[in-house]
């Protein structure tokens, strides 16, 4: 499985950014792809994933309201809506899948080791 994720840059508090990851990936099989998001010196957070077998969302509680994930089958993309943009909101987001027996969001979760592909970062930054 390959990721791509795209979208990334620079904007001001209260705007937006929608963020693309492409995803080599059989659709043939359960998978679920998620959003996480890593700023400098924290640690990884889980922000929002989405599933293709009921295309269930689940979503962090520092994002909800403000963040909305999707996915259009057709294009093997999975996007991240980011509106109200804030400073804090400011770090590098990884795309990751999981694959397997996948039911809900709220059974994969927003862990890291729930996910075992991983794309490379792009760079979200708000500025005030």
């Known amino acids: 499985v390959q990721l791509q994720a795209s979208g990334g840059g620079l904007v001001q508090a209260g705007g937006s950014l929608r963020l693309s990851c492409a995803a080599d990936?059989?659709?043939?099989?359960?998978?679920?792809i998620a959003w996480f998001r890593q700023a400098p010196g924290k640690g990884r957070e889980g922000v929002a994933c989405?599933?293709?077998?009921?295309?269930?969302?689940l979503y962090a509680d520092s994002v909800k309201g403000r963040f909305t994930i999707s996915s259009d089958s057709a294009k093997n993309t999975v996007y991240l809506q980011m509106n109200s943009l804030q400073p804090e909101d400011t770090a590098v987001y990884f795309c990751?899948?999981?694959?397997?027996?996948?039911?809900?969001?709220?059974?994969?979760?927003?862990?890291?080791?729930?996910?075992?592909?991983w794309g490379q970062g792009t760079q979200v930054t708000v500025s005030s």
């Open positions: 990936i059989s659709t043939s099989d359960d998978y679920a």
């Open positions: 990751a899948a999981a694959t397997g027996w996948i039911t809900t969001a709220q059974a994969i979760g927003l862990t890291q080791n729930g996910y075992d592909h």
């Open positions: 989405i599933v293709s077998r009921d295309r269930s969302t």
